[in-house]
């Protein structure tokens, strides 16, 4: 089992900066990767960015490229999403999803939260 909790979303002006933290209740090196997504009102969830936990290697949506940054914490077993340069159609709900391979497929959501980007 794994406990997620995500903190860090609020309301930023357009241009703005806004840094998500998911934290782990147990190693995230026992994680195989590690995702961020989000969902948009009347829109379907998809999928902003994911890190391979073991060596890094990272993953983006186009539509976030080269301003969002995923990055992990071992010693704190977080993971980050730092968000610059917001867009209004980056509003909406952010969650972290933990994915564990071990013969099966487990996958565990946090509950979530809201970014709003507005002026």
């Known amino acids: 089992q794994v406990q997620l909790v995500e903190s860090g979303g609020g309301l930023v002006q357009p241009g703005g900066s806004l840094r998500l933290s998911c934290a782990a209740s147990?190693?995230?090196?026992?994680?195989?990767?590690m995702s961020w997504y989000r969902q948009a009102p009347g829109k379907q969830r998809e999928l902003v960015a994911s890190?391979?936990?073991?060596?890094?290697?990272?993953n983006y949506a186009d539509s976030v490229k080269g301003r969002f940054t995923i990055t992990r914490d071992g010693a704190k077993n977080t993971v980050y999403l730092q968000m610059n340069s917001l867009k209004p159609e980056d509003t909406a709900v952010y969650s972290c999803?933990?994915?564990?391979?071990?013969?099966?497929?487990?996958?565990?959501w946090g509950q979530g939260t809201q970014v709003t980007v507005s002026s």
């Open positions: 999803k933990a994915l564990v391979v071990a013969g099966i497929v487990h996958e565990y």
């Open positions: 147990r190693n995230i090196f026992s994680i195989n990767v």
């Open positions: 890190i391979i936990i073991s060596g890094g290697n990272t």
